[in-house]
């Protein structure tokens, strides 16, 4: 999917919401449970009920791979679900990749190639191993990669906030370098809601980037305080929400649930998108 | 894996090689394509030549995604190979992985974990998302977390080499930070063999940790010099060569080939054991 493509569909659809699939069988409601498939029937009965709602879907890579091969292959029915609808969303393989340039190469064709079992739009890399490790994952056209910038969890801390000679944290380090390495139509970058004074910062390096937002939601962060310092002028948003919308109900009516939830992001992105006349 | 077995593996074979398993299907040997299970039979025909010489085997994630879920069996039936053969060997999933400390838990459970399909003795993980990112690896006994410190890389100069104010650049602040997240007994880190003058320095920061040390052979490294600067008491050493290995010939003699340029590594090998009288 374009950048111009992710814009439209934003503007269409009022929302920049990304529904989190991090399906975990333990949390499956009961009547679902030891079902065929229960996982990929989890996962088509949240899209039917959010994708108009919503403009993306991201998978949590753990959550599929810590089931084995079976859980990829519940992976591969809910991406063949999606691609089947004949209504857009953009897609992201929540993986945390990255690579010695060779074997990126191998990771990128893995999840965003035309031969992918996946077919993704996007993936998640982390930065630490630099340019060759990232820039594999730019070649296919209108694929994506969100590197990861600013995280949403406490470790954080120990390493994306360390400061240089110059007073410089790493995370800005980080999206000063890549902007040699992709441009803001092949690359976002993840930056945690729960840092959401440090968006300032972060859009000052990086205006016109797209950004993916963790952390809304059952990890704490305020939407409110991300459009204030994050959105810009083509929203430039990508907020993401898992556990508060698949979870919302573990009864039969968890679809319904997970559509409310979804449906109250949405209304509250609609008004800030009037803010920016999209 | 515990610590000790693997230093008396390391005595007993008089060997501290380890195999990478870069399988790439389009380097196999003409008369292998196109089987059945090609990829199995590759790794079990080089795990046959090679597991008198060396101690552990690290299939690269990537190369078997890059397959799709078929790939994942592929490597699903070369570690189950490995686990049937009775005669131990170390090994180790190479995924660069790492997240938020729920998502961890996850990849620690599908590599690592009684119930994974794969049983891996260790796992590579990036450090950039900090110590809840990597403690959850180290909750099952005898299985090891091996963090990214100096890679092999070009990349690497882009972020791990960054110093802070006080002068220590990013890679020593990793090894510092991470000795309050586990010890010598289920952490070890990758250290590129390129960059081997840092050994010494790396030893100074982890003088007991056992060192994971890719980039011998194909990538240019030398392991008389990563001796020099790496070796200690205990050998602390795992020396991974893949392509130098594995496609030492393509022809139906690969195995043969493979076997004789471990062996070579393994003499080399034996001879920096005597030195340190293990």
New interface residues.
């Given amino acids: 999917m374009t950048r111009q493509e992710l814009i439209n569909l934003i503007r269409e659809r009022q929302s920049f919401l990304c529904v989190g699939l991090?399906t975990d069988p333990d949390k499956l409601p009961a009547h679902l449970k030891g079902q065929p498939d229960a996982v990929f029937q989890f996962n088509r009965a949240i899209i039917d009920a959010t994708i108009d709602l919503c403009v993306a879907y991201k998978p949590?890579l753990?959550?599929y791979?810590?089931?084995?091969?079976e859980g990829?292959?519940q992976l591969?029915l809910t991406m063949r679900y999606l691609h089947s609808l004949g209504k857009p969303a953009f897609t992201i393989a929540?993986a945390?990749?990255?690579?010695?340039?060779n074997?990126?190469e191998?990771?990128a064709?893995?999840?965003l190639g035309p031969e992918?079992?996946f077919g993704f739009d996007a993936m998640t890399i982390?930065?630490?191993?630099?340019?060759?490790?990232?820039t594999p994952f730019t070649v296919y056209p209108g694929k994506w990669v969100i590197l990861?910038a600013l995280?949403?969890?406490?470790?954080?801390?120990?390493?994306?906030l360390?400061?240089?000679?110059n007073?410089t944290p790493?995370y800005q380090?980080?999206l000063q370098?890549s902007r040699q390495w992709g441009t803001d139509d092949n690359m976002m970058y993840v930056v945690g809601a729960t840092q959401a004074e440090m968006l300032a910062d972060v859009r000052r390096t990086v205006p016109g980037a797209f950004l993916l937002v963790p952390g809304v939601g059952a990890q704490g962060g305020s939407l409110d305080q991300v459009c204030r310092f994050g959105i810009n002028a083509d929203c430039g948003l990508l907020v993401n929400a898992s556990r508060s919308i698949i979870y919302a109900s573990q009864g039969t009516d968890f679809a319904d649930a997970a559509r409310n939830e979804a449906l109250k992001l949405q209304q509250q992105m609609a008004q800030h998108l009037k803010n920016i006349n999209l």
Avoid: C, H, W
């Fill in positions: 991090d949590n753990a959550f791979e810590a089931l084995g091969i990829l292959r591969q929540d945390k990749r990255g690579d010695i340039g074997t990126s191998r990771y064709r893995a999840f992918s079992d982390a930065p630490y191993m630099g340019s060759d490790s990232v990861l995280t949403s969890n406490k470790g954080a801390q120990d390493f994306q360390t400061t240089d000679a007073g790493l380090r980080v370098a």
